[in-house]
């Protein structure tokens, strides 16, 4: 059930309550793309650092350990020893950046695994039936991501594919949660919204979509190639056409500044690596713009990450000096600290956003925090 507790123009601060919790949004996902987040970050720490939701990946999951055998163990949650909301997104993703080793018919997408060659085949039944296994909180609809540059016939085609993908994915999941065995038969389904950078296509297919009453939308195929006006104009237009009654899910986006510019447009829910990723290249957040710690001027500086920072890392007063260190001597204990730093980073940005919604101050807020990145 999702509940708006507060708007300011087209921003909402919400509750969405699920099997395993509920989600106060807007909400940032930590990204385990294979049961765990890169950079030795345990469940444990994700709690510490205020982390609500944890995303893993259907399609590397499936091709190692493999669903059924996380099904045997009991499902995701048990598996990772983590109790709150778990997102999984489909598969759909990879039959973009897999490109070279797909081809997509209509009964779904031929892969070959990026492991060992073997071939996979994935449909919204197969992607169903894997996300089932792993017993996520919510479960994403099997869709094409098409690139950005894709023409517009393509574009067309694509998007009625994933329509009729997504009538099967909730029928299977009907199914699925009906079974008597099955790990959790209150898995959510989010559909995905496509159609690149074409306004109308975007808007009839929210159209489309919403009629099928899901338990939310998530706009997906940005930030693949296209500018970010792009992106805030596909946003801005498309939103107003999805439910309003339930959550939005802005698919692997994005920077702290492109965080604050969706969720004025009406977006609940983020999910991105770039906290992660950069955080293990020595790439850092703080409230006055990115620091590189590989960067000779922090050799000898001894203040911590950010100066009042709450993270464990910046508490506890390592200083950048060290941590730039054992990055250079490429030891695990660098990359961890950058994540964990990086991820409370954005987490409590999110608590800002939600404190900023329920005061009525968002639009202040968010001049004050873009002037200060």
Not at 290 to 313: M, S
Not at 332 to 338: D, E, T, V, Y
Request: with cysteine.
């Amino acid at each position: 059930m999702y509940r708006i507790l507060k708007q300011e123009g087209r921003a909402k601060r919400a509750e969405f309550t699920t099997v395993h919790g509920v989600i106060q949004t807007p909400v940032f996902m930590n990204v385990g793309t294979v049961a765990a987040i890169k950079g030795a970050v345990s469940t444990e720490d994700l709690e510490q650092i205020g982390t609500q939701v944890e995303l893993s990946n259907t399609y590397h999951l499936h091709v190692r350990p493999g669903d059924k055998l996380i099904r045997q163990l009991g499902g995701l949650h048990k598996f990772m020893s983590w109790n709150k909301p778990i997102l999984t997104d489909s598969g759909g993703f990879q039959v973009f950046s897999l490109a070279s080793l797909r081809k997509i018919k209509e009964e779904g997408v031929y892969f070959h695994s990026h492991i060992d060659g073997r071939k996979i085949f994935m449909g919204p039944e197969e992607s169903m039936q894997i996300q089932s296994n792993l017993g996520s909180t919510i479960a994403m609809a099997f869709d094409e991501c098409p690139s950005s540059v894709a023409d517009r016939s393509y574009v067309q085609n694509s998007v009625e594919r994933t329509t009729r993908w997504l009538e099967r994915c909730k029928k299977e999941m009907g199914r699925l949660n009906g079974l008597e065995d099955t790990i959790n038969p209150h898995q959510m389904l989010f559909g995905i919204n496509q159609g690149a950078v074409f306004d109308d296509i975007r808007i009839a297919h929210a159209k489309r979509i919403a009629e099928l009453d899901l338990d939310g939308y998530a706009l997906g195929g940005l930030a693949v190639g296209e500018s970010h006006e792009q992106m805030y104009h596909v946003i801005e237009e498309t939103v107003p056409y999805l439910p309003v009654e339930k959550p939005v899910y802005l698919m692997g986006v994005g920077t702290p500044a492109n965080i604050l510019e969706a969720v004025e447009r009406g977006v609940d829910f983020f999910d991105c690596v770039y906290p992660t990723r950069n955080g293990r290249h020595g790439h850092l957040y703080t409230n006055h713009g990115k620091i590189n710690l590989f960067n000779a001027k922090y050799e000898l500086d001894e203040r911590p990450i950010e100066e009042g920072c709450g993270c464990p890392v910046c508490k506890r007063g390592y200083s950048r000096a060290y941590i730039r260190h054992l990055l250079k001597a490429k030891e695990m204990l660098g990359m961890r600290f950058c994540v964990l730093h990086n991820l409370y980073f954005y987490n409590t940005m999110m608590t800002e956003i939600r404190d900023a919604l329920d005061a009525g101050e968002f639009t202040a807020y968010k001049k004050k925090k873009l002037e200060g990145l």
